[in-house]
């Protein structure tokens, strides 16, 4: 069974509804999760936050994060998780962050880096992801979002009380 087919069983069986903020990936989350019948129960509200703008207008990550520590950051990441649950009132706030190439990396911050964060039952866990630097930008994507994926899966699987 696929993550997004696991991930969307459980919200259901849990009665949770999950939103999602994406930047590298470009909506590819959202496909993912809208590939399967049904999704509608529990997808409560989407977008592709690709500019520091829409992060900050949307998401209301504050200008001082996104200077300080940019928008490819645990900083940036946690700071989208709060704002996309405030604003949408999900259940589960699922967001993306990261570097895809094959331009625009740098030593502190290479290709292949990704931070995906969730915010569930107040809590948020911030994964980073760091792939090769030489993976053409659509497989960099997808595994950005596979990750993203296995990481709000992990945190719904675990027994906290929903």
């Known amino acids: ?64 994060i996104l200077d300080k520590f940019g928008a490819v950051s645990e900083e940036c990441a946690e700071a989208m998780a709060n704002g996309l649950q405030e604003t949408t009132g999900c259940d589960v706030a699922l967001c993306t962050t990261g570097i895809a190439g094959p331009t625009g990396g740098s030593k502190e911050k290479p290709v292949g880096l990704m931070y995906a964060s969730v915010k569930y039952q107040g809590i ?4 980073q992801v760091n792939l090769p630097e030489n993976l053409p930008r659509i497989e960099m994507k997808k595994k950005f979002a596979n990750e993203a994926l296995k990481l709000a899966l992990s945190i719904v699987s675990e027994n906290r009380l929903s």
């Open 1 to 64: 069974m696929k993550l997004e087919e696991q991930l969307g069983q459980i919200l259901k069986e849990k009665k949770l509804t999950i939103s999602c903020a994406e930047s590298c990936t470009g909506g590819l989350v959202s496909s993912k999760l809208t590939d399967i019948s049904g999704s509608s129960e529990y997808i409560k509200l989407n977008f592709v936050t690709y500019a520091n703008e829409a992060k900050h207008k949307i998401l209301k990550v504050s200008y001082e």
């Open 124 to 127: 948020v866990t911030i994964k």
